[in-house]
């Protein structure tokens, strides 16, 4: 009797890994077909793709997209500034975020409720997108890399997230120790607190520099001067503005135009999507972990 119920819950158990793999098979089919096609639409003749003839496969393989955006120059200065603007902005973010986070996160904090509330009311409630400009116009960072990086310098979802870990990471026993050997709470900050907590970090890290990667509305609003836009709003530019410029303009008829313009228009995707697209698998644990703190109430 026990064998035949062990032989049921093991059919039961393969059935049920069985219909998880075909679910999840077929969400990631949904989900990577638009960027396969990106690919593959990228190095296709427009004309193809337009007739529906590019579904698996590139057809009429062409590399002119990509050779014309390696002339752009604009797509060069944009990763050059997308690349400064992510690894200064990031470590900033880091540096304000995780001190924030064990502060508030210790439970002998005079007024740390109230000041979560306030870090909560801010994700609800803001001062709105004038307010904001005025602002930036009166520090004087309008139209400098600053007005990417001060105003967004703290995520208040990140903070509570990060303040989670502490909670459920630090114990206050470990304090406690440390304080009787005569640890100073910048030393026990630094020296233990931030050797146990490098996960965190790396969770920090990864969604903070995902975020300033992605971003270009602040950067369409505060920068006015070309050279210094980064690559998303570079992209953007071309994708809603037609702003193709020199990129076309050799193409001897509006249908060459138009040909040029899209093949453009794919492989930019493509090439400011790369760096994340290889980071990812590598750093996919973090993204989960990340997830999983901030599924936890704290």
């Not at 990060?162 to 910048?186: K, V, Y």
Request: glycine share 6%; aromatic share 14%; hydrophobic share 50%.
């Amino acid at each position: 009797m026990k064998a035949e119920n062990k032989i049921s819950l093991s059919r039961a158990d393969r059935l049920f890994d069985i219909v998880n793999y075909v679910i999840l098979t077929i969400v990631l089919l949904i989900v990577a077909y638009p960027l396969y096609f990106i690919v593959i639409a990228s190095v296709s003749d427009p004309i193809a793709v337009y007739a529906g003839e590019v579904v698996l496969w590139p057809h009429r393989f062409t590399w002119e997209g990509y050779e014309r955006i390696l002339e752009y120059e604009a797509f060069f200065t944009g990763y050059r500034n997308t690349f400064i603007y992510t690894l200064i902005g990031t470590t900033v973010n880091v540096l304000i975020t995780i001190p924030g986070a064990y502060a508030l996160s210790r439970k002998d904090l005079v007024g740390r409720n109230v000041m979560m509330m306030m870090v909560t009311f801010t994700m609800i409630f803001n001062g709105g997108l004038i307010p904001t400009y005025l602002l930036v116009l009166q520090l004087k960072l309008y139209n400098t890399m600053w007005a990417l990086i001060l105003p967004v310098a703290v995520s208040a979802w990140n903070l509570i997230v990060a303040r989670t870990f502490f909670q459920q990471t630090i114990p206050d026993e470990l304090l406690e120790a440390a304080t009787l050997d005569g640890c100073s709470n910048f030393q026990f900050f630094t020296r233990v607190v931030l050797p146990l907590s490098k996960s965190i970090i790396a969770v920090m890290v990864l969604f903070y520099a995902v975020n300033h990667w992605n971003s270009y509305f602040n950067a369409l609003i505060y920068l006015k001067s070309p050279d210094k836009y980064p690559l998303q709003l570079v992209l953007r530019n071309i994708l809603f503005e037609n702003s193709l410029g020199d990129m076309v303009e050799d193409a001897s008829t509006l249908a060459a135009q138009q040909r040029m313009g899209d093949l453009i228009k794919y492989g930019v995707i493509m090439a400011s999507s790369l760096p994340l697209l290889i980071l990812y698998p590598f750093l996919q644990r973090y993204f989960i972990q990340g997830v999983m703190i901030g599924a936890v109430k704290g």
